[in-house]
């Protein structure tokens, strides 16, 4: 007797074919056909050797399989997601996780078949029903099942991952239940304040995913379909694009390389919580692109990968944050349809990056060395033979060399957070020479530049300017590099910075960009005679928040550079001493302080002095263990006065003699102050790189 016969055996009352039980869940299968775009269904024949091991993997991860049933008059599907048991041979058996009606589900439906769905898409199992009861229900197995796809790529289940759809200023909550590259499967929870009527089918929306506090994706997506009520619903969103741009587009970008042997991507894919490991087909100082399979690809553009591991070896690897920024097709009649994936370095520590960046930069030039160790009595007899370190420079530093020379040990030796240095050696021989130093909050000093005389003296200059751009490029998008900012101090007589640092200025002739500013330069003897005070309407007092707004109104008269901004002088509302840099200079044992001060009378502001504490000779000439000087009203601001309070200000300095800055150089002059060279403060906005080298290379 088959199931219809059945029912008509037992008279069952009309009214239960047409109403189904309430403890029987039904499959909705409300959706818009019309917004998908046609696909080619695909199949294959799974044998029963390769179901079982298909169920005992679902049994393994503890999960579900769908159990089918049609209702033998108007074929309506109702379905149950059960675990189940392990497979051993030709019969499946599954316990109910809750309890049908087995005496209704006898005589409405009939059992159909069961369904696996996973990445590589649905298997259809013809199974016949053997036995069920309260307790559970038992299949044999055929010996062969279809396993069928209409799908782009595999779809990859999720790790109950919180999202957020956005359309026309509503926010739904969600669950996203799994992904491909091509689509999110969204399961949305509505209410009375926000019903599923709300959302508009034919219009784009926002998905937002994240983990905790984690953002991990955002992008517009459309529908493509949805299944459910007005309670729930399973949206199908297909992404609108499939390249974002992470950071302003630059025409000069970092080198990409071809390595051998290539590296590779590690990382935990932060939707699935899965392993990855992808294949690296080029390395910049900025990201990478790998090669991945459309088909089975789990990189999304707009993804954000929380924590990856760049592999080159099994002990030389640099982990970082990174963003997917785009997805392309290499060939799309291939049966794999490979792709190429672009990925961007979000973040990474400092040293990594070092580290990393000296291996590109030696792939480009093998003469160049990042960060490499340095013996430094080499060093040092490098600077004496160059003539950086002339006789009248020397004198000033000679009386505290030993304490220099510790100095220097710290910069060079061991993994310093605030130095950097770039060396051009050939056989052994330092050829070249120019260093970075961190000393404002985003700022990094270039200091130490020179190169050994010689008939390639200059291409080694220009060749050293040219990798110390690339270098700002590639550490400016980072935010542990702290480098938003280039600053340069260097004599306008010294033809070699002048041409090169003046001239680029002057040729992007965009001072915010990139400017050029003046200093008087002299040195201050404690024991001058400044000692006498001006008078009770003069005084010395911290700077205040005010003091600093009035500093910037004035320099963007007088210059309109950025050097305020790149000395961190730009007017803060908590105005603190901006010992930022502290604990960064006590990790290698060295000293930074930097205090702000300001000169009044009367109230009325006159001049803002920085005074720079460091240790002896961080730059040879101590820029860096100065004070700076800005004079922001020159009526009744004499010399005398002036000195009056960098005399006070001095007791900062264990030396007797230290260097004073003076800005704007016409008020030296008109002062008549005696100071022994001019300096120019050179600065550029990491931001404008392009203006940098598009300009260098006119230069050369």
Request: hydrophobic share 35%; charged share 25%; glycine share 4%.
């Amino acid at each position: 007797m088959d199931y219809t016969e059945k029912i008509k055996a037992h008279n069952t009352p009309k009214d239960l074919f047409e109403t189904p039980p309430k403890n029987l869940r039904i499959i909705d299968t409300d959706f818009d056909s019309d917004q998908a775009p046609p696909v080619v269904k695909q199949e294959q024949t799974i044998s029963k050797r390769q179901l079982t091991g298909r169920l005992n993997r679902i049994n393994f991860q503890d999960q579900t399989l769908s159990l089918n049933f049609e209702h033998v008059k108007d074929k309506r599907i109702i379905s149950f997601h059960e675990k189940p048991l392990p497979c051993f041979g030709g019969k499946l058996v599954c316990l109910w996780h809750e309890k049908p009606d087995i005496k209704q589900l006898y005589s409405l439906y009939r059992f159909r078949d069961f369904t696996v769905n996973d990445e590589h898409g649905v298997i259809t199992v013809n199974a016949s029903l053997v036995r069920m009861s309260d307790k559970g229900i038992c299949l044999s197995l055929p010996e062969t099942s279809v396993q069928s796809t209409s799908r782009k790529a595999h779809r990859h289940p999720c790790s109950d991952l919180k999202v957020n759809v956005v359309q026309n200023s509503v926010v739904y909550s969600g669950t996203l239940t799994d992904f491909s590259p091509f689509a999110f499967n969204v399961e949305i929870l509505f209410s009375p304040d926000k019903p599923s009527d709300w959302i508009n089918l034919k219009d784009k929306l926002s998905l937002m995913i994240a983990d905790g506090h984690e953002a991990l994706y955002s992008g517009d997506c459309r529908i493509l379909k949805h299944t459910g009520g007005n309670k729930k619903k399973n949206i199908i969103l297909e992404p609108l694009g499939d390249t974002i741009q992470r950071f302003h587009p630059r025409e000069y970008r970092s080198d990409r390389m071809k390595l051998i042997p290539s590296p590779d991507i590690v990382f935990e894919h932060p939707f699935t919580r899965k392993p990855v490991n992808l294949k690296v087909i080029d390395v910049s100082g900025s990201g990478v692109s790998v090669e991945d399979d459309e088909e089975s690809s789990v990189l999304l553009p707009g993804m954000i990968i929380p924590s990856m591991t760049l592999a080159f070896a099994t002990n030389l690897f640099f982990k970082c944050k990174a963003q997917v920024v785009y997805r392309k097709s290499l060939a799309a009649d291939s049966p794999k349809r490979p792709c190429t994936c672009g990925i961007v370095f979000l973040d990474m520590n400092p040293n990594d990056h070092m580290r990393l960046l000296s291996i590109l930069h030696q792939a480009t030039n093998k003469n160049l060395y990042i960060g490499a160790d340095i013996d430094m009595e080499v060093l040092w007899d490098f600077f004496f033979k160059s003539g950086f370190l002339y006789p009248k420079k020397y004198a000033f530093l000679q009386k505290n060399k030993e304490e220099i020379k510790r100095t220097y040990e710290r910069l060079y030796k061991g993994n310093s957070p605030i130095s950097r240095h770039l060396t051009w050696q050939k056989a052994g021989v330092i050829q070249g020479h120019l260093s970075l130093l961190r000393f404002y909050e985003n700022t990094w000093i270039v200091h130490h530049l020179a190169a050994l005389r010689s008939d390639e003296q200059l291409r080694i200059g220009v060749e050293m300017l040219k990798h110390i751009g690339s270098f700002t490029y590639d550490c400016h998008k980072l935010f542990s590099n702290h480098m938003d900012y280039l600053i340069c101090y260097y004599r306008p007589e010294n033809r070699f910075p002048n041409h090169f640092f003046g001239g680029v200025a002057q040729k992007i002739n965009n001072p915010k960009a990139c400017s050029v500013d003046s200093f008087a330069y002299l040195h201050f003897r404690k024991s001058a005679n400044f000692h006498t005070e001006p008078g009770d309407s003069w005084k010395l007092v911290k700077s205040t928040y005010e003091d600093l707004v009035t500093l910037e109104s004035f320099y963007e008269r007088e210059s309109g550079g950025a050097m305020i901004r790149a000395c961190d002088l730009t007017p803060d509302q908590e105005m603190a001493e901006r010992n930022e840099l502290v604990d960064e200079y006590k990790k290698i044992g060295l000293t930074r302080k930097r205090l702000i001060y300001s000169l009044k009378q009367d109230k009325v502001l006159k001049a803002v002095m920085m005074v720079n504490v460091t240790d002896v000779a961080v730059n040879l000439s101590d820029l860096t263990r100065c004070i700076t000087v800005f004079v922001l009203d020159a009526e009744e601001l004499t010399a005398d006065r002036l000195f009056w309070a960098v005399s006070v200000l001095s007791t900062e300095y264990s030396t007797n003699k230290f260097p004073v800055l003076i800005y704007p150089l016409p008020y030296a002059n008109q002062e008549a102050i005696p100071y022994e060279k001019v300096y120019t403060l050179w600065a550029l906005d990491g931001r404008h790189s392009d203006d940098y080298f598009k300009n260098l290379e006119t230069l050369l």
